[in-house]
């Protein structure tokens, strides 16, 4: 059984920074892909950011230079950084977990989903 926390979001201002967190746990192997999605209240899920297993990174152009992705390969952890936040930035943010090698075989994973709201 896999298990994925996330943390970190809240409300900040324009202009401020937010650090997401999403730690996973149980019987994992390896884990190829990890990432973040957001989805805006009417809007359709969108790709924020993802990131492999070697570190190469990949942003959606509303993000590049402004979020950072990062992961942790020892504790299974992936993090974005969010700097000069945006009100369009509002989102549930999801963390995702592609091809992880689980003692149950290969599995795709996704957290419960953070609110990122803000505003002044």
């Known amino acids: 059984q896999v298990q994925l926390v996330e943390s970190g979001g809240g409300l900040v201002q324009p202009g401020g920074s937010l650090r997401l967190s999403c730690a996973a746990s149980?019987?994992?192997?390896?884990?190829?892909?990890m990432g973040w999605y957001r989805q805006a209240s009417g809007k359709e899920r969108e790709l924020v950011a993802t990131?492999?297993?070697?570190?190469?990174?990949n942003y959606a152009d509303s993000v590049k230079g402004r979020f950072t992705i990062s992961r942790d390969n020892v504790k299974n952890a992936v993090f974005l950084q969010m700097d000069s936040l945006k009100p369009e930035d509002t989102a549930v943010y999801y963390c995702?977990?592609?091809?992880?090698?689980?003692?149950?075989?290969?599995?795709?994973?996704w957290g419960q989903g953070t609110q990122v709201t803000v505003s002044s």
């Open positions: 990131i492999t297993s070697g570190g190469s990174s």
């Open positions: 149980g019987s994992i192997y390896s884990i190829d892909v």
């Open positions: 995702t977990l592609d091809r992880v090698l689980t003692g149950m075989g290969w599995r795709n994973y």
